[in-house]
Structure formats: C-alpha cells, structure tokens
C-alpha cells in the first residue's frame, strides 16, 4: 500500500502559478475539511521554480489565545537566529514574543500608549522581520482557526503590501464565523495586488479511479468499484484515501487480472465518515502503535518526538517498532522541522474523540507534563493541555504566565481571553478569584454574556465565609466596577458603597468607589448625598500614589458638575494639561471628555467645542480609540445643540451601528438619530421610548430628560395631553426629588406645557417656582433658558398674550446666545403666534415666516412644513426655503485630505506629514480625523486599510 499520488489539480496549480508569479498576491484557497488544500500547497511549493523564501503557518485546530501564534512558530522554526539582520529599534517590540532571541533584538519600546496602539507596532516589527529574513511567500493555513491577532495581521499586510511579500491562506467557508475579520480580506481585496481566490472541489470518478490506483502499484481499478467508491465517498481525497486503507487492511481488495477489485461489489461496505475508516484502521493496529496515535490527537499540534513518546507512555527511542510503525500508518506526518503530528486534524478530533473522557485527562497530564521540560516552555499551550487534564493549579499557573506575556506583548484581548476562561471555567478558590480579577484588564472585556459570567463568578465567591472583610471588600469592588461597565449603575453603586467600610483607606480602590458614589447614577440619593461622597474623595485623593492624583481630581470634577456645582470648573482646572507621559495623557483625555460633556448639558458650547477637540486629538494621535468614540459621540450631540446639521444623520447613524460603540455611547447616538428624524417630521416614538426604557432599566436617571422631552413635544403638538403629561411626570419627579436642577433644561419646559395645556396652572405654577429656586445663583446658560421659556409658557397660559409675546422673545434671546438656533426657532415660533392672539397679524405672520425659513435652512422639515402649514391656513403664502446646501465634498476626500492619507498609508507621522505637506500638526490631525469620519473608522490603521480598499495609493495612483 502506497502513499496516493497527487491527481486532479492541474487547474489549481497553474492558477497558483501564475498569481505567485505576479507579486504581490493574494491567494485564497477554499474547500471543505478532507479536499486537499494542504496537500495543493505542499506540492506546489515543492516544484517551484523560484526559490525564494516560503514561510509556512498552521493555525491549530485548539483554539490558543496567544498573540500571532502560528505566525510566530513558522519563524521560529524557519531560521535558527536572527543576529546579523540589522533590524530596526521597532523590532524590540517583538521580544515578548521570541524570548529566546532576546539577545540579538534591540531593546524594548517605550509602552504603547494602549493595546491597539501596542498591536500596531507588534505588526510592524514582524513584518519588517519578515522582510528581512527575505519571505517571498507567507503561507498560513486553516486561517480559520486563526487568532483575532492573526487575521489582523493578515489584513494589516495586504494593505501594507510590501512589494515582494505574497500571502496565501487557506480555509474552510463552512467554517468561518458570520463576524470573521477573515470575511474583510476575502470581499474587498486591497487594489494593486494580484487576487486568486481558488475553490478546490472534489475529484470525479476518473481522478477517483486514478488516486486509488496510485496507492495499489498503479494496477488498473475496476469502473464499477470506482464509481461506487466515488459516490460513498463524494469525491473527496482524504475519503477516499483512508476507504482504500481500510480496504485493504480487511482484505477486502484483490486482483483480478490486471485490476482491482473487491470480492463483491454487491456487498462492499465503504465507511459513510471518515471518522470511522480512521477508527476501524486504528483499531487494527497494534496497541503501542495506537498510544502513539493518541497520544499525537492529544497534543492536538506537531510536538517534538520526544513529547509524543512520553505522552504516548512509551520509552523515548524514536527507533523503536511502534514509532516507526506509526510514521508508516499514513496518518501522521513529519514536519521539516521534525516535528510530527497527523496529517488531517478529522484523523486528529476521530480518534481524540473516539477516548474515553478519563484516558483523555491522563494523556493531558502527561503531555503537559511533557511540554514543561521544553527549552522555551509554550505557556497558552501548557495551559490548555493542563485544563482539560483537570489540573487546576497548573492551569491557573501557566494560564496567568501566558496572560502576563500577551499583555507585555500588548495583546489585552488575548489575556482577557485566558484569565475570563480561567475565572469562568475553573472552580478557583475566592482568594485566587481575587488574585485573578485584580490582574484582568478591563478595557478589551466586552459583550453583556462575558461580563455577566464574571459577575456571577464574583457573587459567589463574596458569599464564601473563607474571605477575610478586606478581601470580600474587594471583590465587592471588582464586582461594582463591572456593574458599571454594563451600564447597570444602581447594582454597581449597591456593591460599591457596601465594599467601602471594609477597603483599606486611602487606597485606590476606596477612592475609586466614593467617586464613583459621588457621580449621580444608579441611587436614588438627594444630590447632598452625592456631595458628601465626593467630599470623602475629596479627603481621600491626597492621600494617593502622586501620579494616581489628577485623574481622581478629574473624576471628581465630573461627580460636581454632573451634580450643577460650580465647583467642579475649579476642580477640572487642577487637572495638569501636561501630556508628556501616558498618565497625563489618559487624566487630561477623559478629563476633557467627561468635562466636555457636562459643558454642553450646562450650555458652556465654545468650553465644550475646545476640550471635546482636543481629547478627540488626543485620543487620534495616541490610538485611544475607546475614548474617541465616546468624544465623537459628543461631540455630534453638540452638534445637535448648536445647530451643525449637516451630515449629523449619518455620523449619528454610523455611531449607531459601529459594533466597538459601548452601550451608553450607542444610546446617546441614537438619541440624537431620533432627536434629528423628530425635527425633520418622521415618527421614532417607538424607539425614544426604547431609549427610555434602556436608560431607566440601567439607572442613568439623568439621561432620561431629553428623549421624555421630544416625545412630550411631539404628543403636545398631536394633542395628546395626557401622554405628554405622563412621560414627563417620572423625570421631573427625579429632578425634583435629587434637587439637581442641571437636568431640567429640556424636561421641565415640556411638563410646564402639558401641565398649561391640561389647566394644571396651579402645579404649573409650582414646578417653575422650584425650578427658579434651584437656580439661583448658579450660572448655567442652559437651564437658564429653560426656566425662561417655562415663565413664557405660564404666562401664556395665563391668557397674557402681549406679556407672553416679550417673554418668548427672551427665551428665544436666552437660546440664541448659547446658541441652540432649534429651540430659538421654536420659541420665535411661540412669540409669533402670541402676537397672533394680541391682534398683531402683520407682525405674528411676518415673524412665522422668518421661522419657517430658519427651521428649513436648519434642516427640521417637519417643524417648517407644520409653519408653512399654519401660514397657509392662516391665508398667508409662507416663503420659499432652499432646499440645497453648502457646497462640499460631502464622504469624499478633499484633494488636501487625499494628500495626507496617501502618507499615511506610507506610514508617515503625522509630524513628518506636515514637514512634508508644509502645513502646520494640527492641521494635519485636523484633515486626519476628517477623514477617518468618512471612511467610518477610528484609527490611522483602519484608515491606511479602508482607503487602499477604496483605491487610494501611497505613490498617488487612485483606481
């Protein structure tokens, strides 16, 4: 029995070819597991006639959340060192992942500014190692299998498109997620580059006929057992490959002639899986053959011999009969490297699968054991070979090296991926889940499943009796601290202020959580509550580590203003704007994005402009690009505010649907979709009430008063009193209760109409008596228009129309200076109809029309149209609006855009872009964060690769 000759792919291997022929490429090779994509590969590469290069990576089919896995195994194992290369000071960044090259690698970067900025880097440092060990074919197969880090590479190559460097991966379509980054580079290959995508179907009967007969001493095979081998098998190779095997191991073929045939082909009995023609072979092997075979399905990926062996429980002779006889069983294969393992991963999960739950531990245990003895021990895989061995303390052991080294390596995700796995999965004892939970970054931690795994961990391990009050404290912070990163603000605040008595004082922890009290969310506290936290924060922040103080101040700045204190201007003021390290950078961004926000809920709009800016600088020059969608977020509610219309729909709606957006910033985009299609006439009721609901189920009480606000203006304007007054009545019950008067810019205005319109004068009368009283003496331009627009609002329905007339005159003043031009227009639109009632038609109608062509210039078509309308039936013919706009480039580059992604693209700073350009860094950064808002994307990289995938080139040349 011989090994099958390779047959029926002479398409393939030409298209192969021809694209390598024409660098760069993209080749992308698709089939179904068993159809022969390794074995196209292999004998392509083998009879190449260019002998450049070829580097080869396997994803593993056991999932290791280790960075670049399998990319970094191919160049380990493709060069015996790297000293002589002359590699750049970037390549220290790769020293994490090749520790034992340490030596001849240039010392480690300053730390990323994040775990995006520092992945970036790490792409760049292999590449440029891989060029320089002079790669002219990157090769990785089973891509999906691969690591999120890998596809990411994979993605930031292509767009790179280094001019020599060709990738070829291969996968199985049936097997690729719905959200697979792999999905990017197969639809929308980058310009420039030679696209093969290559489809390897099954053989026919002929090329069936042909490989059979290649394993038989090329003797002839009948047709008729062709054609039945064919139609059991389908035609695919491995199939039919191991049908043929066992065959001939039952003895079930003979020669008959000059051909092959079976004893009967009325009885044949051709496996229907290959999982059971792998398992019938294996069966009829000798037993130390067969511990060998499981022992390789255990280690899951090509191991050493030695590891086998030991695995296997056999003596460490690679000589011996079992070995050999195993190499020979045509199921495992050798490695250049030699390295073995078996040649299909179906032959690997058949018999895997095939051992008994405990036999599979006890070959985890000794496989594990084995790998530790290994020069450069492979922590995520020691990992995973002693979890399903069942050995807790080895797995947390290896576990949390291999998270310690993806987090030097600036890979969070992965880190997150083995310690949440490790937190979730392990029955840990609540001391270790501690240990564990205060190593786990929490930024890359996303989806609502994940986080609420970790907080029913955390729940059950406070309610040990094995925990000292400090340590449950602790976890009661944890536990807080993932509350609000879901948004579930009064649970966050209930762990919060429980952990507080029992946290060490002055420690971060403690300070954390009375800020955190201290911000008006998820508790129904009165705001002196709120006051009294954040003044124990206030004792508690000098007592920080000194770099730990100014973003404790800001955190604080923020509690005072959500609160309507004056005080926290001055509190955001002792933050330092310094940001020479990445400490100050981080302090001075959220400083200015959380005191960002608060200016534009106070009606501080040019205050709000300049920091919102600058943290969106900020967080684009430094890859901070959690932060900067929630400033981009903002920043379009600002928009919103002072009128900046156009093409806020789509940047609103963009936000909506970006699946990085956490859910407040989601939920305040799409406040602002539906604040936008509520000006412009459509009905969106059903989802500010979703909005409504989402905010009040997750405690953000505060949030609740612009949306309550639109839909009572709608339902008021549609004559539904009673709707207006009870979508009112729980916000303005808050404002009233928490006496944080901030909130009432836009609620209390719109319960003051309701309550008129209902002849509820009295309680009219008594809400805008509060809410002067909660004003005085605060400065704050928004809710001060507010209040003046409810006095108008009373004394219109007080029946004194010529005094209601001068008082909406002042509102519309009052919202006119911040400026809000929609609420103005609105409140112009009040005083002309006052006019109207006070026998001044001339005026009332010609003030309409000023209106009417204010509200259509602005963009709110449903509010000019209801004008024009009123206008009209009032016998007048109201004005004609433009229709048009500005003239612009709309989603499209500027020509001066244009020139500043093509530099990025060749990878220039932005510095270096404006030495080039002779324009100033800021304006650089300017024309930058332009463009990555029409390309929908938020880092310079997804910049560099969404505008090669539009055409744009670094040399100039657009397709």
């Known amino acids: 029995m011989s090994a099958p000759r390779f047959v029926g792919r002479g398409r393939e291997l030409a298209g192969l070819a021809r694209a390598l022929a024409a660098p760069p490429a993209l080749v992308l090779i698709e089939g179904e597991a068993g159809i022969g994509k390794t074995r196209l590969l292999q004998e392509f590469l083998t009879a190449r006639e260019t002998r450049g290069r070829v580097l080869v990576a396997s ?35 790769l020293r994490p992942l090749f520790p034992e090259w340490v030596a001849d690698l240039p010392s480690a970067p300053e730390p990323a500014e994040d775990a995006l900025a520092g992945r970036h880097r790490l792409f760049r440092a292999l590449a440029e190692l891989i060029g320089r060990l002079e790669v002219d074919v990157l090769v990785v197969e089973d891509v999906h299998w691969a690591d999120e880090a890998t596809l990411e590479f994979l993605l930031f190559l292509a767009a790179a498109r280094p001019a020599r460097l ?48 290649s394993m038989l001493a090329d003797g002839h095979v009948s047709s008729a057992f062709a054609a039945l081998l ?99 069983s045509g199921l ?81 995700l992965a880190a997150v991926t083995m310690l949440h796995d490790l937190l979730t999965t392990a029955d840990l004892p609540p001391a270790k889940v501690l240990a564990l939970m205060e190593r786990l970054p929490l930024a890359p931690l996303t989806g609502a499943d994940r986080i609420g795994q970790l907080v029913r961990v955390l729940r059950d391990a406070i309610s040990s009796t094995a925990l000292t009050p400090n340590e449950a404290a602790r976890l009661r912070f944890q536990l807080g601290m993932l509350l609000d990163m879901a948004a579930e603000f009064g649970a966050s605040r209930a762990e919060l202020e429980a952990a507080i008595p029992h946290l060490r004082a002055g420690s971060p922890e403690s300070a954390r959580a009375m800020l955190l ?15 009294q936290w954040l003044h124990r924060a206030a004792q508690a922040i000098p007592l920080l580590p000194p770099a730990a103080r100014p973003g404790a101040t800001g955190s604080r700045a923020t509690g005072l203003l959500l609160l309507g204190e004056e005080e926290g201007w001055a509190a955001a003021g002792e933050v330092p704007d310094d940001t020479d390290t990445r400490v100050q950078r981080r302090n001075v961004v959220l400083r200015d994005l959380n005191v960002g926000d608060l200016a534009v809920r106070w009606g501080r709009y040019v205050e709000a402009r300049i920091r919102l800016d600058r943290a969106y600088e900020l967080t684009g020059r430094h890859q901070y690009l959690r932060w900067r969608v929630g400033v981009a977020v903002t920043l379009a509610h600002l928009d919103w505010c002072v009128g900046n219309w156009s093409g806020l729909a789509e940047r609103a709606d963009a936000l909506t649907q970006d699946e990085s957006v956490l859910a407040m910033d989601r939920l305040e985009s799409e406040l602002v979709s539906g604040l936008l299609a509520t000006a412009a006439g459509r009905d969106v009721d059903a989802a500010l009430l979703r909005l409504l609901g989402e905010w009040r189920q997750r405690g953000a009480t505060d949030c609740l008063m612009e949306p309550a606000a639109a839909l009572a203006r709608s339902w008021l304007a549609n004559g539904r009193i009673d709707d207006a007054l009870g979508v009112t009545e729980e916000p303005v019950a808050i404002v009233t209760h928490k006496e944080i008067w901030l909130w009432a810019t836009d609620v209390v205005p719109a319960r003051v109409d309701a309550l008129v319109a209902s002849g509820r004068l009295g309680e009219a009368a008594a809400v805008v008596g509060a809410f002067e009283r909660g004003l005085r003496g605060r400065d704050m331009p928004a809710p001060a228009a507010g209040l003046a627009l409810c006095r108008a609002i009373l004394t219109q329905g007080d029946e004194a129309a010529e005094r209601a007339t001068n008082l909406f005159a002042r509102a519309a003043e009052a919202w006119q200076a911040l400026p809000r031009p929609y609420d103005a227009l609105l409140a112009r639109e009040r005083q002309a109809r006052c006019l109207l009632t006070a026998g001044r038609p001339d005026a009332g109608l010609a003030l309409l029309g000023e209106v009417c062509r204010g509200l259509a210039d602005l963009g709110a078509s449903g509010d000019a149209e209801r004008v024009a309308r009123f206008m009209r039936d009032h016998g007048h013919t109201p004005p004609p609006t433009w229709r048009g706009g500005r003239r612009g480039y709309g989603d499209q580059l500027s020509p001066r855009e244009l020139d500043v992604v093509r530099l990025v693209i060749a990878g220039r700073t932005s510095r270096e872009i404006a030495a080039l350009l002779h324009r100033s860094p800021k304006t650089v950064t300017t024309q930058i964060n332009s463009a990555m808002r029409k390309f929908h994307v938020s880092s310079r990289t997804a910049l560099a690769v969404s505008a090669i995938e539009a055409g744009v080139t670094a040399d100039g040349s657009a397709e």
């Open 230 to 328: 064919h139609e059991r098998t389908e035609g695919v190779p491995l199939a039919v490959e191991e049908s043929v095997r066992l065959l001939h191991d039952r003895a079930d073929l003979v020669r008959r002639g000059d051909e092959w045939v079976r004893h009967s082909l009325a009885d044949i009995r051709v496996p229907p899986t290959v999982r059971d023609a792998v398992l019938e072979r294996v069966r009829r092997l000798r037993p130390g053959v067969q511990a060998v075979l499981r022992a390789a399905a255990v280690l899951a990926e090509a191991s050493e011999p030695a590891a086998l062996l030991a695995c296997a429980g056999l003596s460490a002779d690679p000589e011996r009969s079992d070995w050999a006889e195993a190499l020979g």
């Open 59 to 93: 994803a593993p089919p056991v999932r290791r959340p280790y960075t670049l896995a399998c990319v970094v195994d191919a160049v380990r194992q493709s060069t015996d060192g790297i000293a002589g290369l002359g590699l750049t000071g970037l390549a220290g960044a």
């Open 166 to 213: 060709s990738l070829v991966v291969s996968y199985r379509p049936e097997d690729v997620s719905p959200d697979s980054l792999l999905l990017r580079l197969s639809s929308r290959p980058p310009p420039g580059m030679t696209l093969l995508r290559l489809g390897v179907g099954p053989l026919d009967v002929a090329e069936t006929a042909e490989l059979v007969s």
């Open 332 to 412: 495992l294969a050798e490695t250049a490297a030699g390295l073995v393992g078996y040649r299909h991963v179906l032959a690997s999960r058949a018999v895997y699968e095939s051992m008994p739950v405990s036999e599979r531990r006890a070959l985890h245990l000794r496989a594990g054991t084995a790998l530790e003895s290994s020069p450069q021990p492979p922590m995520a895989r020691l990992a995973w070979q002693f979890r399903e061995a069942g050995d807790t303390e080895r797995w947390c052991r290896y576990a949390e090296l291999a998270a310690e080294a993806a987090l030097v390596a600036g890979d969070d």
């Open 517 to 531: 009290l201290g911000w008006a969310r998820g508790a129904p506290w009165r705001r002196q509550v709120h006051l």
